[in-house]
């Protein structure tokens, strides 16, 4: 061994102790004939002092910030503590040393408040690594790996690898692919998931499956996504819904438990997606504020069990209510001495191209007792009070109102409520709150193809009453702009999503496990039966030999280690991550590949 010890491992206790360290240079500090150097590794920085006769020789041989140190002395106790750092009551006197490598000047400073920019950083990755702020994220992304392991474990989980080379798995997202040479012309997928393997598993009898595995979806890389993702990815045979809830709402108890010491005693509140629509405008509510939505006014066709309150707003004859298909509003707490200028501001936010909405009403619920809105000269006082109060707004309160198309104005709210909350300090990085949102629809309608797809994927089971009206009717639309009127709309999955804070972190279902029922789903989403058995003749072919029912869930592993970290970026928790663009730019890939390969591969690229 190079050393006797770490740097970050010496105490008082180790007084007169002879020991020799090997690390990085991290500062160097010359006082006249004396120089102290911080030598730092994985474990900590502890400091050196060259004496007189040392300092001599590193005048011929100097050292530079990084360079790799071997060094030899007597532990002292320090006269200038530094309580800053674990080894500050000591440094050693060095006796001897050896430069074991040089080190170029790095591009930027390896500190946790480092001067490099993001690029720069991506670039240099293997140093950017070794500051303590990236460190730390490594080290609690491997404490949830461990809590991970551990508790699955336990509970009787085996971890089974599944190929990477592998044909299409229907996720919604595009594949990667990777052309094969030796069958010239054709091409694997990369998994988007395990999904169809894990089910297979399942027929095989493994009724406890899980892996903490790379999956790869090729999307554009909107805010926060990566190209290859980590999943922790599960699977149950012989389970309903209500199991599979349980065992891995202790998953992630017992993840909080290991890696933040958080008692989460309580049982994860459940909604349904419905619920969460209309209450929250999302289907991942951020829960740990409880602005709920007041709906003024439903479109005829969606949330057919909901009332909305639009007596409140008939009569008024306000064209901007009247005409809209939606109306919605929110009670933002004390914030009824908005200046003109900051409402102006938030009419301008709710504008941008990203919200996309016309204009923003508003009430001010003076603390007076008066009521104040954009909205006089359509609203008397009373009719605001009014309004103000179905929305559960107190005095001090400012009710923020949207109005437009359905899906536009419902994602407008959200986006409304989560900023202002974020704004107002309710979105705290270390409060955590998790929610189930449960009965999901199990079909979208894809206006531009025409067809119905899959909310969460194709092997997903209806709800056991609604599987009668994916069976008795027929899937093709008449009328594409009345969609919503099909009774395919309001089939319901056995599907279920994690959501903490916000943010989806773990999303599975109830699987289909019948031939007769997988092949009518595939018939649903358009594909004709020799589509269906080129893609997955496989599967259809398993769920004949004796499959058992089965369900599962996977969670956004890089996203649950975000969060857990306090971060907004799953890139800070990812050793070597990708960039907006989907470049590794310290590998400098993709890239172009030689015309032999090319040739090898039977591929003629048509790029410049
Ligand atoms: N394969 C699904 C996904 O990646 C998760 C699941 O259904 O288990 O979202």
């Not at 990085?24 to 060259?50: E, H, M, S």
């Not at 997202?173 to 040479?181: C, E, N, W």
């Not at 109005?403 to 990085?429: N, P």
């Not at 997955?536 to 072919?541: E, H, I, P």
């Amino acid at each position: 061994m190079f050393r006797t010890h770490t740097c970050g491992e010496l105490r008082i206790n180790s007084v007169n102790n002879e020991v020799t360290l090997a690390g990085w240079v991290q500062t160097i500090r010359k006082f006249g004939a004396i120089t102290f150097v911080d030598l730092r590794d994985r474990y900590g920085i502890t400091q050196l002092l060259f004496g007189e006769e040392l300092n001599q020789q590193l005048d011929t041989n100097p050292l530079g910030r990084e360079f790799v140190l071997q060094a030899t002395g007597t532990v002292h106790e320090r006269s200038n503590k530094n309580s800053n750092i674990p080894t500050g009551d000591v440094e050693i006197i060095v006796t001897s040393f050896k430069i074991l490598n040089k080190s170029a000047v790095p591009p930027f400073t390896i500190q946790d408040d480092t001067d490099g920019g993001d690029d720069i950083r991506m670039k240099y990755r293997f140093l950017d690594l070794r500051r303590n702020a990236v460190k730390k994220n490594l080290e609690l992304r491997y404490a949830v790996n461990r809590a991970t392991r551990n508790y699955l474990h336990q509970q009787g989980f085996m971890d089974i690898e599944t190929p990477f080379l592998i044909k299409s798995t229907p996720e919604g997202a595009r594949d990667f692919v990777v052309p094969s040479r030796m069958n010239g012309g054709q091409f694997y997928a990369l998994p988007q998931s395990p999904q169809t393997f894990k089910q297979l598993l399942m027929v095989s009898g493994y009724d406890r499956y899980y892996q903490i595995v790379k999956c790869f979806r090729d999307e554009d890389l909107r805010a926060d996504r990566q190209p290859e993702f980590t999943q922790i990815d599960c699977e149950m045979a012989f389970v309903e819904q209500e199991d599979i809830l349980n065992m891995f709402e202790g998953l992630i108890k017992s993840i909080f438990k290991e890696v933040k010491g958080i008692d989460y005693t309580e049982k994860v509140p459940r909604m349904t997606w419905e619920d969460a629509m209309w209450n929250y405008g999302n289907d991942k509510p951020d829960i740990r504020f409880d602005w709920k939505l007041l709906n003024l006014k439903k479109p005829s066709s969606v949330y057919t069990n909901k009332k909305d309150s639009s007596e409140l707003i008939t009569g008024a004859s306000f064209g901007v209510f009247d005409n809209a298909e939606t109306v919605v509003a929110i009670a933002v707490p004390g914030c009824s001495d908005y200046s003109r200028k900051q409402t102006d501001e938030l009419i301008e936010w709710v504008k941008r191209p990203q919200i996309g909405m016309g204009g923003l009403a508003f009430i001010k619920c003076n603390k007076d007792g008066t009521y104040k809105s954009s909205m006089d000269k359509f609203f008397n006082e009373e009719k605001l009070k009014a309004i103000a109060a179905a929305c559960n707004a107190s005095t001090g309160d400012l009710v923020l109102i949207l109005a437009g198309a359905e899906e536009r104005t419902r994602k407008a709210i959200s986006e409304l409520r989560l900023e202002m909350a974020e704004r107002l300090g309710y979105r705290k990085k270390e409060e955590f709150k998790l929610v189930w949102v449960l009965d999901f629809p199990l079909f979208e309608y894809a206006e531009d193809e025409n067809r119905w797809v899959a909310r969460h994927h194709p092997f997903t089971s209806p709800k056991p009453s609604d599987i009668e009206i994916m069976i008795s009717n027929d899937p093709a639309i008449e009328n594409a702009a009345e969609y919503l009127k099909h009774p395919y709309a309001n089939i319901k999955a056995n599907a279920y999503d994690m959501v903490l804070n916000g943010n989806e972190i773990g999303g599975g279902s109830i699987r289909i496990f019948q031939r007769e029922l997988q092949e009518k789903m595939f018939a649903a989403l358009g594909m004709t039966k020799e589509e269906s058995l080129h893609k997955f003749s496989f599967l259809l072919g398993a769920f004949e030999y004796g499959a058992p029912p089965h369900g599962g869930i996977a969670f956004g592993f890089d996203r649950l280690c975000a969060i857990l970290g306090g971060s907004e970026s799953i890139r800070d928790f990812i050793a070597f991550p990708k960039n907006n663009a989907g470049r590794d730019v310290m590998l400098d890939a993709p890239s172009t590949i030689d015309e032999k390969q090319l040739v090898e591969l039977q591929i003629r690229s048509t790029a410049k």
